[in-house]
Every structure is written in C-alpha cells, then in structure tokens.
C-alpha cells in the first residue's frame, strides 16, 4: 500500500495549485483520506478530510472557501485544490488515508495508517 502526492511547488500569492495524492494496491473509497500540512516550526494541521460515507468534505477554518478536495472517478487518486493562497499556506502537504470502509471525516478520530510523502507548497513573490 502506498500513497504518493505530488504537484508542490512555488506558487505567487493568490495564485493556484493542485496537489494530487494517488494510491496504489488500494480504492481510497474504503477510507477516509486526508490532507494535513506542517510550516517549519509549527503543529501539523489537517486541512481536508473526504469520505465515501459523509455527503460533503470538511475543511479547516483557515482553508475553507479557497481549498476543494475530491476524488477521481475510480477512487484512486485524491485531489487538494488550493486557490487563492496566502504566505501562510507556505508548508510541506501530506495526504494520508485511514479508518477504514465506512468511516467519516465527522465521527470518531482517525487513525491515519498510510502516509504519502511530502509535497513542499511555497507561496511568495
């Protein structure tokens, strides 16, 4: 099982990108996947949470309305659009899936048990 994200780069303030976090050996239908993010110096913050089980993704505060996570049609790949980016989106991007079928972004904590590398996100002029 592996999960390797991709499309980081360096990006101008209120500009765009889209990260890509694809799975092999496993439909990521069958867990909650998510996105988390990490600056220098600073506690990892999950951003996106998307389940097969929940109508809807959830998002944190400081992303919501300007970053949109979705999937592909057979479930394999899950995606982070980030519009609008500030500075301080600036962090290295990690998807990570876990839980289990059936689970949901909105019950119980996840126990993410497959991590995809880092993706470094640099947003300046």
């Known amino acids: 099982v592996q999960l390797q994200a991709s499309g980081g780069g360096l990006v101008q303030p209120g500009g765009s990108l889209r990260l890509s976090c694809a799975a092999s050996?496993?439909?990521?239908?069958?867990?909650?996947v998510a996105w988390f993010r990490q600056a220098p110096g600073k506690e990892r913050e999950e951003v996106s949470c998307?389940?097969?089980?929940?109508?809807?993704?959830e998002y944190a505060e400081s992303v919501k309305g300007r970053f949109t996570t979705s999937t592909n049609k057979i479930k394999t790949t899950v995606y982070l659009e980030m519009k609008s980016l500030k500075p301080e989106d600036t962090a290295d991007y990690y998807c990570?899936?876990?839980?289990?079928?059936?689970?949901?972004?909105?019950?119980?904590?996840?126990?993410?048990?497959?991590w995809g590398q880092g993706t470094q996100v640099t947003v300046s002029s």
């Open positions: 050996r496993f439909r990521l239908d069958y867990h909650v």
């Open positions: 998307i389940s097969s089980t929940d109508d809807r993704p």
């Open positions: 990570a899936a876990g839980g289990g079928y059936g689970s949901s972004c909105r019950g119980p904590p996840i126990e993410y048990d497959y």
